[in-house]
């Protein structure tokens, strides 16, 4: 990679990792509200470790173990940073599987906020119909991965497993993510009587089901293990700070989760693309995700929230 590609890399994966857990810092900011100083002194030290050094540095390895189980458990924590071409290529070639995966868990997660999150509405013409039908939200993952299998399978069996797994690791996040709004409701209003012990393992639990995003998202970037871990580590970082920071001023920005989203769509369907060797370089990634989040937060910053209602409605 030349010097340029790596920087872009980076400054796209930090990005991505930070407007992708604005929902994540919200909830952190709001549980922590609700803790002793120790309890959240605490959290923003050892937490920021754990969700910067080990969360985020543990699941690329972990990745890569199960796409190329070959290297071995610890083989392939070396191979990360191993630049024997023998390895790139075995790391390579098992790639597919990895990115059809990712791919699929990345759309279904646009198509669910898509259909049944409550939004502002960044394109009012667009959101506001998908949000209308709701019903259909089921129906349609089913299409795309009935259609994302049945291609896969012409590739290679593991090619269509892949795409099962992607499904799969959405729905067992997806439950922990209700579970977590339906304990931070609780927290708010200060049902749940929970410990301060309690609050930090229940954040640290929801950071790793938030990091799944982020982590999966950058290999739509970049097969370079060090380089997710720096541009997603500068992003947890980044999340940490908004999180100590006055978050009802980053609230403000109303169309954030909207760029967030659409680039979440972008890169599943880059890291689709990829798992069929379609041919899309390398800077597309990186590019479309700084224009399509800076282009909703040129639209924050000239967001009117009296006239721009959000829309909420229950999730299924």
């Known amino acids: 990679m030349t010097m340029f590609s790596i920087i872009i890399t980076v400054v796209g994966l930090a990005l991505f990792e930070t407007v992708s857990s604005i ?18 002194r605490f959290f923003l030290t050892w937490g920021l470790f754990l ?13 890569v173990w199960a796409t190329v189980p070959d ?9 990360t940073f191993s630049n024997d071409p023998s390895v790139a290529t075995a790391i390579a070639s098992s790639a597919p599987v990895l990115l059809i995966g990712g791919g699929v868990f990345l759309l279904f997660l646009f198509f669910h906020w898509l259909f049944l999150e409550g939004k502002h509405f960044g394109w009012h013409g667009v959101e506001s119909f998908f949000i209308r039908q709701g019903a259909w939200f089921y129906a349609t993952i089913s299409i795309i991965l009935a259609v994302t299998v049945w291609f896969g399978l012409k590739e290679s069996p593991m090619l269509g ?4 797994i992607g499904s799969t690791a959405f729905f067992i996040t997806h439950g922990f993510r209700q579970h977590a709004e339906a304990v931070e409701h609780d927290l708010a209003k200060g049902k749940s009587g929970l410990s301060d012990l309690s609050k930090v393992l229940f954040l640290e639990v929801i950071d790793l089901s938030f990091s799944i995003d982020g982590v999966l998202g950058a290999f739509a970037f970049t097969l370079s293990v060090p380089l997710i871990l720096l ?4 992003g947890a970082v980044i999340v940490r700070q908004l999180t100590v920071a006055n978050i009802d001023h980053v609230k403000k920005y109303l169309y954030l989760k909207n760029g967030a989203m659409y680039s979440v769509a972008i890169l599943g369907a880059v890291m689709i693309g990829h798992a069929f060797h379609l041919p899309i370089p390398e800077w597309f ?28 409605c229950p999730a299924i």
Do not use: C, Q
Not at 23 to 40: F, H, P, Q, Y
Not at 231 to 234: K, Q, R
């Open 285 to 312: 990634a990186p590019l479309s995700t700084v224009a399509v989040v800076g282009y909703f937060f040129r639209r924050s910053l000239h967001a009117v929230p009296e006239t721009e209602e959000g829309h909420s």
């Open 23 to 40: 929902d994540n810092a919200v909830i952190n900011a709001e549980v922590l509200s609700t803790m002793g100083k120790k309890a959240r």
């Open 161 to 164: 497993f892949g795409a099962v």
């Open 51 to 63: 969700a910067v050094f080990v969360v985020r540095g543990l699941l690329p390895w972990l990745i």
């Open 231 to 234: 541009g997603n580590g500068v």
């Open 71 to 79: 290297l071995g458990f610890v083989g392939s924590f070396l191979a």
